[in-house]
T-cell receptor, first 116, second 113 residues
């Protein structure tokens, strides 16, 4: 059973517009969430994260929103650029006893295409 | 520069042969992980290790084996028992108590011919 779901396998956006990538989770023990960006034939790179004590985290053009009651998070990219075209993975982790990070659970990814 | 290195980038194997994928990190990270990526499947955890000489099975460990004799190294062996080994393999590392997630290598594409 998938604990982290990215229901849109692909998304196409015009350059300059906003890209919104969505992620849902089922495990209420998850309390730390991350987004990774992946280009073909390369490893994922960390993009942005959010702790469950927050509902928003912003870093430049990237903002992650967390709605704990809905078990939903989203990544907003604005303005979108052609170089943002990649696969975006949502990941979540529960805190283990003692506060250390548990293993990351990844969604299946959303392929974003930003058209010039 | 600190980082995580996977080698080789591309690997071809004949059916029935074992093959070992290399993963080395100089980030002084405690934990290391192996993931497999297939189209439409996302990243699936094969094995992970949080300390030298100890490792745990992930979600899809069958047909794979690992060792963790050194903190810096976590090689993955794809055995002949793995029924569908053709995939993109990713190694990652992290500090056990970290808010910054994983650092990934650049991956190894394994093709069975």
């Amino acid at each position: 059973d998938q604990q982290v779901k990215q229901n849109s396998p692909s998304l196409s956006v015009q350059e300059g517009r906003i890209s919104i990538l969505n992620c849902d989770y089922t495990n209420s023990m998850f309390d730390y969430f991350l987004w990774y960006k992946k280009y073909p034939a390369e490893g994922p790179t960390f993009l942005i994260s959010i702790s469950s004590i927050k509902d928003k985290n912003e870093d430049g053009r990237f903002t992650v929103f967390l709605n704990k009651s809905a078990k939903h998070l989203s990544l907003h990219i604005v303005p979108s650029q052609p170089g943002d075209s990649a696969v975006y993975f949502c990941a979540a982790t529960p805190r283990r006893y003692g506060g250390s990070q548990g293993n990351l659970i990844f969604g299946k990814g959303t392929k974003l295409s930003v058209k010039p | 520069d600190g980082g995580i290195t996977q080698s080789p980038k591309y690997l071809f194997r004949k059916e029935g042969q074992n093959v070992t994928l290399s993963c080395e990190q100089n980030l002084n990270h405690d934990a290391m992980y192996w993931y497999r990526q297939d189209p439409g499947q996302g990243l699936r955890l094969i094995y992970y290790s949080q300390i030298v000489n100890d490792f745990q099975k992930g979600d899809i460990a069958e047909g794979y084996s690992v060792s963790r004799e050194k903190k810096e190294s976590f090689p993955l062996t794809v055995t002949s028992a793995q029924k569908n080994p053709t995939a993109f393999y990713l190694c990652a590392s992290s500090l056990v108590a970290s808010n910054y997630g994983y650092t990934f290598g650049s991956g190894t594409r394994l093709t069975v011919v």
